[in-house]
């Protein structure tokens, strides 16, 4: 059983460009979360998503980012017109949705965004 | 609102010495308390997890028992190697919501 895949691993972006991040969840799982680190610093939560919903998108920015978790397909995470500030890693996360605080998360290699 | 401290690394310490991380929580409800593992470059790999009071989760030699009287879940391991070298961060789930609070994370360096 594969793990959660992202890819790029790597993305360079010049500032004003737009940034697409995407996360494959582990097979059976429905439940997706994106979170950011910056650098020397803890993973923060942006948004939680299942299958075409938007659950709770309370850490994520209100301008230039967005998420979507289409019905086939990957989950993307959307950032346009990236600024400097927006060099981090995110991870994707995903859940097979059991509900509750026992749903265990398992965690994707990231994607290391630099933008120049 | 929900938060996760941990010590302040870096730790550094030698082959075969015993480590503790500590890490404290402050949760609404009874949280599920987890050890995630980031070795460098790559992801975060969970270590290890308690979902009740005085569980006590173990994988690869570590443990870390939830001890709700002193909202704690320390990690500890009678023994590290190099290859325990990495960044753990202490995270917590807590009621309905699925967002996982971490913590800032301790850098575990470990020398011959």
């Known amino acids: 059983n594969a793990g959660v895949m992202q890819n790029p691993r790597h993305l360079v972006r010049r500032r004003g460009q737009e940034a697409r991040l995407r996360c494959s969840p582990m097979?059976?799982?429905?439940?997706v979360y994106w979170y950011r680190q910056l650098p020397e610093e803890g993973l923060k939560f942006m948004v939680y998503?299942?299958?075409?919903?938007?659950?709770?998108e309370s850490g994520m920015p209100k301008e230039r980012f967005s998420a979507e978790f289409p019905k086939e397909g990957p989950s993307i995470l959307r950032i346009q017109q990236v600024v400097r500030g927006d060099s981090a890693a995110y991870f994707c996360?995903?859940?097979?949705?059991?509900?509750?605080?026992?749903?265990?998360?398992?965690f994707g290699p990231g994607t290391r965004l630099t933008v120049l | 609102g929900d938060s996760v401290t941990q010590m302040e690394g870096p730790v550094t310490l030698s082959e075969e010495a015993f480590l503790t991380i500590n890490c404290t929580y402050t949760?609404?409800?009874?949280?599920?308390l987890f050890w995630y593992v980031q070795y460098p470059g790559e992801g975060l790999q969970l270590l290890l997890k308690?979902?009740?009071?005085?569980d006590k989760g173990s994988n690869k030699g570590f443990e870390a028992t939830y001890r709700k009287e002193t909202t704690s879940f320390h990690l500890e391991k009678g023994s590290v190697q190099v290859s325990d070298s990495a960044v753990y961060f202490c995270?917590?789930?807590?009621?309905?919501?699925?967002?996982?609070?971490f913590g800032t994370g301790t850098k575990l360096q470990v020398i011959p």
């Open positions: 308690a979902t009740k009071a005085d």
């Open positions: 995270a917590l789930v807590s009621g309905g919501y699925q967002k996982v609070t």
């Open positions: 998503l299942q299958k075409e919903n938007i659950i709770d």
């Open positions: 996360a995903s859940s097979p949705g059991q509900g509750g605080s026992t749903d265990t998360q398992y």
């Open positions: 097979k059976g799982h429905s439940h």
């Open positions: 949760a609404t409800g009874y949280p599920s």
